[in-house]
């Protein structure tokens, strides 16, 4: 097969046209290192595209300013603070700040001053990454960077490791294909069993993911097959060719390993982790990384997980097993993210005793503080799997003195697979402002971050992670508008507190800013309105009240209602004639309500306290409780999925607008009406399964008489 790369690598946000404000201008760039050669290079293409000048100073000790310039009359100053002989406006930024905190102010790593005085826009970094992020903060403003006066703003990011995982095989696997779970055509790294020989997009991609904020990725799939497992050894110059082309925008690579890759690589006859030949093992192939990749992010491994080989067959336990890579890669500064996705997925459907919610907690939670510390317990927002909506898990707040980093799901296996309009940006703010401790303690964020109130005695935090949604697809993500999501993930992983709202409006802003010298307001109208209550609208036709996984079998995508009820991996709904619901309280059900802190035990144990959006998750009830809406459950499940359904055509009618006419590119604009097509047959679907089986299983008729199948 011949490889083929895609040409438009501009089919997402920052096209050169989002460059015009800052390359008309002058731009002087102070400071010296590879990654204040990026900023350099984005600013000097963006000059060359749009008429401005570039001028280059290095830092203090490195020779004179480029070209004789001294810096006056600059319009914009990009400039480390270490940088030799600061412009006058740069430096009375950097003074007044200093100033105001005692003389002791650092801007710290990744962080970065913004300000605009004396006719000049000044962006000031400790750290050259701080000035990469900085110029794209600068593009996102536009032209409102250099109009009025600015107070010097201090941005720093709230979460130090901001990571994607890619779930890419390296070999077409015969069921999941190149991309597990992935929705947006093929690897962008891995390409009939080898690396890309054009890692142009690559570089593109890398490029997209700096202006929103990551600084990591892992570029293989954490189900390790035969061929990713050589990633580690024979095959380790792929991984050095990807981490060159991440590297200049600030992006570390990380590798998903097998726990058994003693055995497999390395002949050995066991993967022990107390065993000393397998320590060895893992140091000597760990340093062999470093040298290959320096700035070698570290590994990621899912073990003793859905046929995953890991420490349990050795009889240890999973903090041995962590620790054992941890100290393997701790000289280098390397990490290891486990992920506490252990769970039995060969259950007996008949035994209302197990319960894959309580899993992660069961397994991890009496492990607190047997981490090393540059291990990172990696554990799902939720405690089942990415679902529409579930409580948030309670690992997050069961292990204090382990590094937790939260993981997100973008790609969105169970919410549409990028062929539904389903933007996720609310539902991950909620998770990452809820507050496991109640209302005066600590957020899901301030835990990823590690920035909890004083005397708390928590550890560290692991940052936030996600499954990245993009591919070789022209538009990256399949669903064009389902770039919003990747652009909102790292966003709110750098600033979790903000507005999900407005960073639609930066990500419309940024990717469609050619239409500015039209009107882009019906353009910014239509895409909230579909955009801003997607999510809900998802659930509204899909699984109600907290309830998950009633989707088909293997593929996940379409509704079955029964799909997973009777099968090995858990039971979902229990709806029987009587009732729908899952029992998980201590008095009569599982007990996992016990495994979160108070007050949310006393609020999810509580039928009358407990959250009508996740009533069905804690509790079996009949199917005529009342909610706090007014409406039975049965009623509600109609009611939203008519509603739904009728959402998701509205998407299609707001979408085929004429006045959006001309405000899109018209291949881009069929694109998304093919899938809005596609989603409202799936939600008519989802509508008349889910409707169907609830009035055949309660015997109850719709109130409003209307028409179920």
Known sequence: MTEQTPTDVHAAWLPAEAFRSLGSRRVLVQGTGPLVDTVHDEAARACAEHGGRVRREPARGHGPVADGADGDGADLVLALSSANSLVPAAGSVLAGVRAAAGGTA?????????????????????????????????????????????????????????????????????????VERGYSGNSLF???????????????????LAACGIN?????????????????????????????????????????????APVVLGGLPSADPLDPDVQAWWAEATARVHRAVPDFGGYVVKADSEGQPGPFSYGRSHADGANLLARALAPFGGEVHWRAFVYDHRQDWRDRTTDRARAAFDHFAPLDGEFDGNV???????????????????????????????????????????RH?????????????????????????SVAGGRTEPGTGRAAGGGIVAVSNAGDDPYWTGHPLAQANLYAFGRLAWAPDADPAALLDEWIDLTFVPVAAGDPEPLRRALHAMMDGSWRSYE???????????????????????????????????ADRDGV?????????????????????????????????????????????????????VQHIYDTHFDGAEEAAAMRRRWADAELTGLVDPALHARVCERLD??????????????????RKSGVADARGRRIP
């Open 421 to 445: 309009v389903c933007y996720l940006g609310p539902m991950w703010s909620g998770i990452l402002g809820f507050r496991p401790w109640g209302p005066e303690g600590p957020t899901v964020a």
């Open 190 to 208: 891995w390409h009939d069993g080898r690396a890309r020989d054009d890692l142009t997009r690559v570089r593109a991609y890398a490029r997209l």
């Open 376 to 418: 990172v317990l990696q554990v799902k927002h939720g405690p089942m799997d990415f679902q529409t909506r579930e409580p948030v898990s309670p690992v997050i707040a069961a292990m204090p003195r382990t590094r937790l980093a939260v993981e997100f799901q973008v790609t969105q296996e169970y919410t549409g697979q990028q």
């Open 540 to 574: 509204r036709y899909t699984a109600p009240l907290g309830v998950g996984f009633m989707v088909r079998l293997g593929h996940h995508y379409g509704p079955d209602v029964d799909g997973y009820e009777y099968t090995p991996w858990g039971t979902y709904h229990y």
């Open 216 to 260: 990591a990725v892992s570029v293989n799939n954490v189900n390790v097959h035969a061929t990713e497992a050589l990633l580690l050894t024979e095959r380790l110059g792929d991984v050095a060719a990807l981490a060159d082309t991440f590297r200049p925008y600030g992006i570390r690579v990380h590798l998903s390993v097998s726990f058994a």
């Open 581 to 633: 619901g899952v029992d998980r309280t201590r008095a009569t059900g599982t007990g996992y309500t016990g495994q979160y802190p108070a007050p949310w035990s006393q609020v999810y144990e509580a039928l009358d306290r407990c959250p009508d959006e996740l009533l069905l998750f804690f509790h079996h009830v009949p199917y005529g409780h009342v909610l706090r809406s007014g409406a039975t459950v």
């Open 678 to 695: 596609e989603q409202v047959r799936c939600a008519e679907e989802w509508r008349d399964q889910v409707n169907a089986y609830f009035l």
């Open 106 to 178: 650092a801007i710290g790593d990744e962080g970065y001053l913004l300000a605009r005085r004396d006719g000049t826009t000044v962006v000031l970094a400790d750290d050259p990454a701080g000035l990469l992020y900085g110029l794209f903060h600068v593009v996102r403003l536009g032209a409102a960077a250099f109009t009025a006066d600015r107070p010097a703003e201090h941005h720093r990011p709230a979460v130090s490791s901001r990571m994607l995982d890619h779930w890419d095989n390296v070999d077409v696997h015969p069921v999941m294909g190149q």
